[in-house]
C-alpha cells in the first residue's frame, strides 16, 4: 500500500508539474517574442515575421475615449509661398508676412511652396532613407543609440528605457549641424544628406526672418537672438511598418517639437495628425514638392506665447510602410532661450517662460516619454 501511494504520488506530481510547464511556457511565449524583439531591436524586423497576427502588449496604446474623432481639415491648411519673402514688391512680401502670422497663430502648421529645394533632392532623401532600414541588422547595430546625447542614434520607439508602451516605428536621428553627422551607409546617404540639410536651413532662416518681422520685430532679431549662424539641427529619419493591428498601435504619441520649426517630407503614404481648434485632423492632400512645417516649443518661448507649437501624431495602417524624414531647426545649443525683451511688458504681457539652455531643454525632451508639451510646462511660469 505503502508502495501503491508513493507510485501514486510521484504520477500525480509529474502530471501537475507537466501541466504546470505548459501553463508557463504558454505564458511565457510572448514574453520570449517581446525579448527577442528587444535584442533585435527593431520594429521592422518584428513587422516582417510570416506569423505576426496581433502586436505584442507591449505596443498596445490605451485611447481617451472622451476626444473627438479624427475628421479631415475644415478649412484648408496654410500655404506659404517662400519666394513672395524676397520680392521686390513691398506688397507681396507684406501679404507673407501676414499671412505667416495668421498660419503661426491659428495652426501652428503650413506648406511652404516655392522654396528652392529641388525635388529631386527631397526625393532621393527618402530613397536614401529606405535603403538604410533595408540594411543588415548587423550592419545598423554599428549605429544603435547609446546615449541621448549620441550625435548618431539609431534605434526603435522613442525611449525604450522610460516608456511603458512602445511606438510602432523605428527610427535615425541625426546631429547635422553645428557640426554633421551622418552613418557612412548607404552609398551616398551622407552627401545627399548634407546638401538636403544645408538648403533646408536656408528655407527655415528665411521663414524665420519673416516670423521675426510677423512678431513687430527686426527681420534678424531671432537670427541674432537665438545664434542661428550656429544652429542645432536634428535630422530624424522614421520608419513605419505595416501594423497588424493599426487601431491599437501608434506611431508617435500626441507631442510638441523641441526647437523653432519643423520640416517634414514623407514617401506619400499618410499618418501624420495635428491638433486644431481642439481636434485632430488628417494631414492629407498636400501639394506636391512642398514641406509641412511645424511651429515648435522655442518659438513659443521666443514669442511669449503669441506663437504655440502645434502638437501631433503619427497613426500607423496595416498595408503600406510610412517613411519621413523630420528636421529640427533650433537655437544655437548654448543659448538661454526666452521671451524677446520687446515681447514682453511686465503689467500686461509679462514673461511666461524661464529662461534654458536649448541644449538642455532636449536633453531632457529626448531623456523622458514623449507626452503632449509635457516639457514645455517645466518652463512655464
Not at 93 to 102: A, G, T
Not at 320 to 328: D, E, G, K, P, Q
Request: proline share 7%.
Amino acid at each position: 500500500m505503502h508502495v501503491h501511494y508513493l507510485f501514486w504520488s510521484r504520477h500525480h506530481c509529474m502530471y501537475f508539474l507537466c501541466v504546470y510547464i505548459s501553463y508557463m511556457l504558454d505564458w511565457l511565449a510572448p514574453c520570449i517574442t517581446y525579448i527577442e524583439h528587444l535584442k533585435m531591436n527593431s520594429v521592422k524586423r518584428l513587422a516582417e515575421s510570416s506569423d505576426l497576427k496581433s502586436i505584442p502588449s507591449i505596443y498596445a496604446y490605451s485611447t481617451n475615449s472622451n476626444e473627438p474623432p479624427v475628421s479631415d481639415p475644415q478649412d484648408s491648411i496654410p500655404i506659404i509661398d517662400f519666394s513672395m519673402l524676397a520680392s521686390p514688391d513691398p506688397t507681396l512680401r507684406s501679404q507673407v508676412i501676414q499671412d505667416l502670422d495668421n498660419a503661426c497663430k491659428e495652426w501652428g502648421f503650413f506648406q511652404v511652396i516655392n522654396h528652392g529645394v529641388p525635388e529631386t533632392l527631397m526625393n532621393l532623401v527618402i530613397e536614401k532613407s529606405s535603403e538604410f532600414f533595408d540594411l543588415t541588422d548587423e550592419e545598423k547595430k554599428y549605429f544603435e543609440e547609446k546615449d541621448v546625447r549620441d550625435p548618431i542614434r539609431y534605434g526603435t520607439s522613442f525611449n525604450t528605457k522610460k516608456e511603458k508602451v512602445f511606438c510602432w516605428r523605428d527610427f535615425l536621428k541625426l546631429i547635422v549641424h553645428p557640426e554633421f553627422h551622418s552613418p557612412d551607409k548607404p552609398l551616398g546617404f551622407s552627401d545627399v544628406l548634407f546638401e538636403y540639410t544645408k538648403r533646408t536651413r536656408e528655407v527655415a532662416k528665411g521663414l524665420l526672418s519673416g516670423i521675426s518681422m510677423s512678431l513687430g520685430l527686426d527681420h534678424s532679431s531671432i537670427e541674432k537672438a537665438l545664434k542661428l549662424e550656429s544652429s542645432l539641427q536634428i535630422c530624424i529619419v522614421n520608419l513605419y511598418p505595416p501594423c497588424p493591428q493599426p487601431d491599437l498601435a501608434m506611431g508617435l504619441p500626441p507631442h510638441s517639437d523641441h526647437g523653432l520649426l519643423t520640416f517634414l517630407i514623407e514617401n506619400g503614404v499618410g499618418g501624420l495628425q495635428i491638433k486644431h481648434n481642439g481636434q485632430w485632423v488628417n494631414v492629407t492632400n498636400t501639394l506636391p514638392g512642398s514641406f509641412l512645417v511645424n511651429t515648435a516649443d522655442h518659438l513659443e518661448i521666443f514669442s511669449n506665447g503669441k506663437y504655440k507649437s502645434v502638437e501631433h501624431r503619427a497613426v500607423v495602417n496595416n498595408a503600406f510602410t510610412r517613411i519621413s524624414v523630420a528636421v529640427a531647426n533650433g537655437p544655437s545649443p548654448d543659448t538661454a532661450v526666452k521671451p524677446a525683451y520687446e515681447l514682453v511688458d511686465e503689467e500686461r504681457c509679462p514673461a511666461a517662460f524661464v529662461p534654458m539652455k536649448y541644449k538642455e531643454y532636449v536633453q531632457m525632451q529626448q531623456s523622458n516619454q514623449l507626452s503632449k508639451k509635457t516639457c514645455l510646462d517645466q518652463v512655464r511660469i
